[in-house]
């Protein structure tokens, strides 16, 4: 099996609905754009990225939303050397189609009470949906590296809930875990570091709003 030396996940750049959270009344958020500083974001984080890859090979896989082609554009990385697919499976959690403001506004507030991983938004999905979908994915991924010609690097560009729920499922955290975190900021980027010993790290840990409360002795 040829894993990677390293998967890094990477958050897209800021877009119009991180700064005006009204634009999803009139677009759809898959349709979201890059603003001028996340342009920016991406186009930095780009610089790191290539320095990171070298002129290794990279399998790369982009969620379906504009924000994160956009970001991955900028990157920048030499296209002889990367192989790119579009995955639909590491799109952003499904607040549902046009939304209200003050609806959404309301329903985060009971997704605060309720937990992030459980609470479902309506005509949309819950953290433990993504979870799901993120499995099956990482399900594929790891079918992918029993090609001896697999690139020594994977990157995914993706969001920050994705970014979480990719670690919390390929780490093994706990619930509790998941709910202490916070999201990377715009165009931020975490690595998975395959070890000699055969077992990936992470590079940098995700911050913490809070301690986790495990329910029993899992945590």
């Known amino acids: 099996m040829a894993r990677p030396r390293r998967i890094v996940l990477i958050r897209h750049g800021e877009s119009e609905g991180n700064v005006d959270d009204t634009v999803y009344e009139r677009e759809p958020d898959h349709a979201l754009a890059l603003t001028g500083a996340g342009l920016r974001q991406a186009a930095e984080a780009g ?4 320095e990171m890859f070298g002129d290794e090979r ?3 896989y982009v969620s379906p939303y504009r924000r994160t082609h956009q970001t991955f554009r900028e990157l920048r990385l030499d296209p002889a050397q990367v192989r790119v697919r579009e995955e639909p499976r590491l799109r952003e959690q499904d607040w549902g189609n046009w939304q209200d403001r003050e609806d959404v506004r309301r329903q985060k507030a009971y997704r605060d009470a309720y937990g992030h991983f459980f609470y479902r938004f309506a005509q949309g999905e819950s953290g433990a949906d993504v979870y799901d979908r993120v499995g099956a994915f990482l399900e594929s991924l790891w079918r992918s590296f029993e090609d001896p010609q697999h690139p020594p690097n994977v990157l995914i560009v993706t969001h920050g809930l994705t970014m979480r729920l990719f670690c919390m499922r390929w780490f093994h ?6 709910e ?3 999201n990377p900021g715009n165009a931020e980027w975490r690595t998975l570091l395959l070890g000699p010993d055969g077992r990936y790290t992470l590079d940098r840990p995700f911050e913490r709003w809070c301690e986790p409360v495990p329910y029993g002795a899992t945590g």
């Open 47 to 50: 610089g790191a990225v290539r």
């Open 58 to 60: 990279v399998s790369a």
């Open 173 to 178: 955290w706990t619930v509790a875990d998941f």
């Open 180 to 182: 202490s975190l916070s």
